[in-house]
Each structure stands twice: as C-alpha cells, then as structure tokens.
C-alpha cells in the first residue's frame, strides 16, 4: 500500500488527508495527524473519499473522454483530445473575431486548484483580453472580499484556527458551523470543554446544530445582521465599551459611524432585528469587554443583497473594541469552497487581478501587463457569474467555458441559466463528472482529473496554502484542469489574430511561422504556481519565501516574504493596516431591509443551508449510499407554528416561490 499526503477537496478548513492506494486504485483515506488544520480528524465527507473515488463509482461517474456533440441534445460522441482542443481554439477564435473578445466567457470554480484558476486568469485576461472570467465563488465570497478590503485595506482574513483556543468570547454569526465546518467545530468544542468561561454566542434565523453550544442564541430576522451589528455598536458606545486609543491611532472614519448608530437604538434593533432587547445588551457586552473576541461567519452574511455592508459592519465592532491583532480576537470569515481563497489570491474573478490587484486600478493593470508579458490588460469589467448568464440569455456572450461547476444546478434564478446554456452558440464544460447537469448543455465536454489524481496547491480560511498530490493515475483520458487550460490557449496563441482578438505581438502569427515563445510555458503545474508566487512580490500576500519544496515539509501560511522563517499566523499585530495611510477604516454602515417583506405576496423568509454529508450539488457524495443515512434528501424547514396555519404537515410536498 502506498500513503500519499493531499487535501481534502470539499470545504473550506482544508483538512490534510492521507491516501491509501494500491495498484491505481484509492483503497482508503485517513487524517493527516500532521496537517495544522485537523491534526488527524476528518469528518464524514473526508473520511468517505476514498468510497467516492472507487472505481466503481468512477466508472458509472466520471468523464473519461472528450466528448462533442455536433447538434443540442444528440448523445456526446467520443472524439480525440486533438479534435477537441481544434474545435474549441478555431470556435473561440472565429466568435472572438466575429464579435469581440466580450462575446466570451469562462465559468469558474472555487474547487479549482490555484494552478488551474491561475492559467484561466492569464488565458481570459492576458490572451484573449476579456475580463469575462467569473467564480462560483462569486456567489459567496465576493462580499467577504470586499467586506476586508474596505476596513482592513486588503481581502486577507486576520485571523488563524488557533485563535479559537485563546478566545473568551466566539461570536458565531450566518454560519452553521458544526454542520458547514465539522472540523472547526470540534476546535470550538475542545475549547468551551478546556475553558468553561469561553462565552459563544451564536446568530442564526435557525435553530441549527450550532446553536447547542451557545451560550446565547439570537435567533434574527433574516436579513437584519447590520442592524444588530450598527445596534450593538450603539450600546458599546453608550456603555463606554470601546477601545479609544486604538481608534485613535489605527483607524479611520469612525465620527460618521457613530452618527449612524446613534439611531439604532435597543428598542429599535430588538425590534428590527426580533429579538430580546436584554440579549443584545448581553451581546454587546460579551463582544466588547471580552479579553479576545473571534468572530466566525459565513454565507449568512456573505451571501445576501447586503453582504458587503454586513461584513464590515461586524469588522467595525472589532476595530471599535480593538478585538483585532492579538492572539483570540478578529473577524474570520469562513470559506466554503475548499479553494476560495487560492482564488482570491490569483484573481479569478470579474473585477480583481493577480495577488489582490484591482481591476480598476491602472498600475496595477500595468504590473499584471508586466508580468505576464502581454500590451495591457482590459480595463473595462468583465460580467460577474449571473451577469455573465444573464448576457449569454441576451446573446450577448456566444460563448460560455464552464469549468469544475455546475451552475444549471446551482445557480440560482435556473431560469435564466438553462436559457443562457440554450442560446449560446458554444458551450464547452471542463468536468470530472459525466452526470452532472450541466453536461447536459455542453457542445463540448472536456474530461478532467479531481482529487486523488491532481497535483497543485489550495488556501483553506486561514491563509494556509497546501499541497494537493495524486495518489493515482489520471483515469482514462483525464487531464489536469491547468493543462486543459495551457493546451487550448497554445492552441488559440498560433491562429492568425483578427479584429477583436487582441493577441500580444507573439501571438499574432500564421501557422506557417517558426513557433515564438508562449505566453503559456508551463511543463508542470508548479511552474505555474512559481509565476504566480512571482506575482505576489511586495503585495500583502507575498508569498515570494515559499516553494513546492518547502511546501513539501508542511502547509504554509501566507504572507511568507523571501528571507522570512515562517509565514504569520495572525495579522495586523501592529496596528498597521495595508492602506495608503496605515489606518483601518470604518465603513458607515447602514441597515436596509430586504424587499420582500414589503411584498404581501411573499410572506416567508427563505434562507438556505447545508447538509453535514453532501457537499454543494452531490455530483460527488452523491454517489454515496452512506452519505445519504444523515439526512435521506433536501427539504424544506418551516416553523411549526406557520405550517399549522397552512395546514401541512411534515413530510407534505409545497411549492416556493420567490
Ligand atoms: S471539515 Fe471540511 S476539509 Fe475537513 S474533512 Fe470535513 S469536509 Fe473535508
């Protein structure tokens, strides 16, 4: 038997596993008592890879071959890797010539490696010059992102997992934790076992599995976090519960803040909010006076219509109280996917660039230009996820390439998505999995390697970058996301370049012409991850002390700067921020309702959730008998009081709209 170290591929804690395999075959999968994230645990997902991965289930799931179908909704004939990279190269560069580089998009994942969203990145941005490149991620991430970079200057969370261990008060806010993060709870629960003084508090419109630690549960109306935050951050100022000094000397902008909150008053909040006016005094008062707060939160606050200002309305409270920078204390936002973060960190979205660049920002255009060796880089944004859907419904995009993700599942407003799969005039997927819904649409399908099979590098929640490494071959005709990636923008480097195909002067070249150096040089998957470290030089996520080799001997936090020892656990230390003038900043928060309260025709909240044992659309713990014994299928939860009135019963089937 060999033992091969990796990751785990679902969420976000980025546990470390260890993969037992023999002859080609995943026989078992066990924590990696070494890996920082989980010390050996695993929760039901990790510990059932190595069931998902059988070859059993490879061989009824999995896409082995490049497939094409020459007409909508014909069966997908096999075709060979060079037919399928021609077709796709010659596809794009005619729709590119036709109608500009924005008649194309790419669908991204927060599942990809760093590697793979790096060379996506550099092929929509560098080569074809659209900035038509959008993640899943996008649906819960962006806010986070944009919630740290408004307060703290830069998308970097401050915080690390041992950090639970040294708080006194964890304030656990739009994350169900014990179920979306198992691994991370069991840390919560050693910590409340070791000090029974660790006050948790925890907000959620649900009563989850989370709640059974708290101390207090406010239990809020959906969509009213920002209230509660402006509501607390009311009473800290009336009590004399801030941090004076430190506002005074790391932060910025708090005079306007505290004129907003001067009107969220106890009685309104609780109100607002529908909860107990005593318990968001307790509240208040835990957070602020609590020798190191944490707060932990996630798609409760970063998936909504308000997500941004919910975010740094709570990352005000711990600039308020200088529950920031020091061992137990700072906001934490958790990730779900298991590789949102290496996302972030190479720009994989709309609006963003290599090593937390902007988009908008024309030195950091200019830089990226730079290093990638190309004229410039397109200043206009691109379309966000739903933006890109909502323009390839319009005919706007022709062309959409969708990879590792299955948005006519999990995109919301399906709608919409399936009638932009339909009119788009070529819809290329990059899958590992044959049966998810998306193939279904596809013209072309691309067959990709997943876990237990690729190599590269992933950043769970707590900037920590690890190794993923293949424990087995790549089955049938797979190929590695990155290296799909590479051959198809080789591909589209060598055709002649036609009005709107904005190749660099190297690019532009007949086929008949000796070969010039690619953009795209890249003979392993860590030659791209040294590009990208390369990128982060001088950025607050330098990583420029790292490598494969030092990653070898264990996970590494970023940053990590040539010459440093190790990389930091925590940031922010100092009270230095990376703003032009080293101050954090308050945002003026202020609380806005959702609509739909205000629209008689729908009178419920619906908020959604995750199952402790499936992850995202099931194409993978789907094929689990197992996984199914928790929670036997999705339903709707409704409180009981609103069921009677409606008369249903548990178990009847309803129909929602929104
Ligand atoms: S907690 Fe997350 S990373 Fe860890 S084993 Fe479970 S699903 Fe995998």
Known sequence: MTETRSTCPYCGVGCGVIIQSQADQITGVRGDPDHPANFGRLC???????????????????????????????????????SALGFASDSFARIIRTHGPDAVGFYISGQLLTEDYYVFNKLA?????????????????????????????????????????????????????????????????????????????????????????????LPILPGTDVSLFNGMLH???????????????HTSGFEALKTTVRDYTPELVADTCGIKKEDLLTAARLFAT???????????????????????????????????????????SLTGQPNA???????????????????????????????????????????????????????????????????????????????????????????????TATCDYADLLLP?????????????????????????????????????????????????????????????????????????????????????????????????GMSYALLEEAPQQWPLKEGDAAGKVRLYEDGIFPTPDGKARFVNTVYRPVAEPREPRFPFSLTTGRLRDQWHGMSRTGTLGRLFGHVAEPALQMNAQDMARRLLKEGDLVHVTS
């Open 44 to 82: 039901t997902k990790g510990a059932t890879l190595a069931l998902s991965a059988s070859s059993a289930v490879t061989q009824q799931t999995r896409l082995l071959h490049p497939m094409q179908r020459l007409r909508r909704r014909d069966a997908a004939q096999r075709v060979s890797w060079d």
């Open 341 to 435: 973060m290496g996302g972030r960190e190479v720009g994989g979205m709309a609006n963003l660039l290599s090593a937390h660049r902007d988009l908008a920002n024309p030195e950091h255009r200019a830089e990226v230009a730079a290093l990638w060796g190309v004229p410039s880089v397109p200043e206009k944004p691109g379309k966000t996820a739903v933006e890109m859907f909502q323009a390839a419904a319009d005919g706007e995009i022709k062309a959409l390439w969708i990879a590792c993700t299955n948005p006519a599942q999990s995109m919301p407003d399906q709608a919409l998505v399936r009638r932009a799969l339909e009119r788009a005039e070529l819809v290329i997927v990059q899958e590992a999995f044959a049966t």
């Open 290 to 332: 609590s020798a190191a707060t944490l707060s932990l939160y996630c798609q409760g606050l970063n998936q909504s219509s308000s997500g941004t200002a919910k975010n740094a309305a709570l990352i005000n409270l711990h600039l308020a109280t200088a529950q920031i920078g020091k061992p137990g204390a700072g906001p934490f």
């Open 448 to 544: 990709a390697t997943t876990w237990g099979e690729k190599t590269g590098t992933v950043s769970n929640s707590e900037r920590r970058i690890s190794r993923v490494r293949p424990a087995v071959a790549a089955p049938g005709e797979t190929r590695h996301d990155w290296s799909i990636a590479v051959a198809f923008a080789q591909r589209l480097e060598a055709l002649l370049p036609g009005p709107g195909l904005r190749l660099p002067p190297f690019g532009g070249r007949s086929k008949t012409e000796a070969p010039v150096k690619s953009l795209f040089n890249y003979p392993t998957a860590e030659a791209v991850w040294n590009e990208h470290r390369e990128s982060t030089r001088g950025r607050d996520l330098d990583i420029t």
């Open 235 to 249: 009473i800290m100022l009336w009590e004399g519960w801030l941090d004076t000094a430190y506002i005074a000397a």
């Open 125 to 217: 941005k560098g080569l074809i010059g659209t900035n038509n490149i959008d993640s899943n991620s996008r649906l819960c991430m962006s806010s986070a992102v944009a919630g740290y970079k408004q307060t703290l200057g830069a998308d970097a969370p401050p915080t690390c997992y041992d950090d639970v261990k040294h708080a006194q008060c964890i304030f656990i806010v739009g994350s169900n934790t014990a179920t979306a993060h198992p691994i991370l709870f069991r840390r919560i629960e050693d910590a409340k076992a070791a000090n029974p003084a660790l006050k948790i508090i925890f907000c959620d419109p649900r009563r989850t599995d989370t709640a059974e630690i708290a101390d207090l549960y």
